[in-house]
Antibody, heavy 120, light 106 residues
Framework: EEQLVDSGGGLVQPGGSLRLSCVTS????????ISWVRQAPGKGLEWVST????????FYGGSVSGRFTTSSDESKNTVYLHMNSLRSDDTAIYYC?????????????WGRGTPVTVSS | ELMLTQSPATLSLSPGEGATLSCRAS??????FAWYQQKPGRAPRLLIY???RRATGVPARFRGSGGGTDFTLTIYTLEPEDFAVYYC????????FGGGTKVEVK
């Protein structure tokens, strides 16, 4: 069964850092791009980042560019989201998601989401 | 940045009725247009991609249509489980989501 398990969320102070993980299983890791999508409380969906299957291409949404980075470890079938300089408006549920190819969007597969709260 | 505007924000309907949800893009979009359904406390579920292709397991009562800058999700004969929030998404120019349409019980 194809599966994404996202984790690593929690409470962090403004200006702090956090690393989210997305452990994948049930499919060939390096032929699919993996993205992060977030949802602030009571709000809509916002694309955060995408990393290509081979880990070489990375893309970021405007609100996180320069503060967040994504990486992957094929030996662990895991994608990471490294979040720095966190702000209160980064508070959200963060989902990892996968489409049906090595591209962003059209997310057929989702994790359950991990909550991030940025507050002092 | 390409923006997607969904309307209406809320649709109040009864089970058995039909629903028409709209999404307008600020620029021309290629075929890479999708719709999602989200229920409270759950991850979104992909319904439609490439404008009109239903994802695996999506019932035939969900139909996507449109092109250019105007796209529509039609739900024929609402079932109780269809009351949810629906989002549109494009991936032809970066990746953006619309603000959502809530389909609620009248």
């Amino acid at each position: 069964e194809e599966q994404l398990v996202d984790s690593g969320g929690g409470l962090v102070q403004p200006g702090g850092s956090l690393r989210l993980s997305c452990v994948t299983s049930g499919f060939t890791f390096n032929i699919y791009a993996i993205s992060w999508v977030r949802q602030a409380p009571g709000k809509g969906l916002e694309w955060v980042s995408t990393i290509s299957g081979d880990g070489r291409a990375k893309f970021y949404g405007g609100s996180v560019s320069g503060r967040f980075t994504t990486s992957s470890d094929e030996s662990k079938n895991t994608v990471y989201l490294h979040m720095n300089s966190l702000r209160s408006d980064d508070t959200a549920i963060y989902y990892c998601a996968r489409g049906n190819g090595d591209y962003m969007g059209d997310f057929h597969l989702w994790g359950r989401g991990t909550p991030v709260t940025v507050s002092s | 940045e390409l923006m997607l505007t969904q309307s209406p924000a809320t649709l109040s309907l009864s089970p058995g009725e039909g629903a028409t949800l709209s999404c307008r893009a600020s620029q021309f979009i290629s075929k890479y247009f999708a719709w999602y359904q989200q229920k409270p406390g759950r991850a979104p579920r992909l319904l439609i991609y490439d404008i009109s292709r239903r994802a695996t397991g999506v019932p035939a009562r969900f139909r996507g249509s449109g092109g250019g800058t105007d796209f529509t999700l039609t739900i024929y004969t609402l079932e109780p489980e269809d009351f949810a929030v629906y989002y549109c998404q494009q991936r032809g120019n970066g990746l953006t989501f619309g603000g959502g349409t809530k389909v609620e019980v009248k």
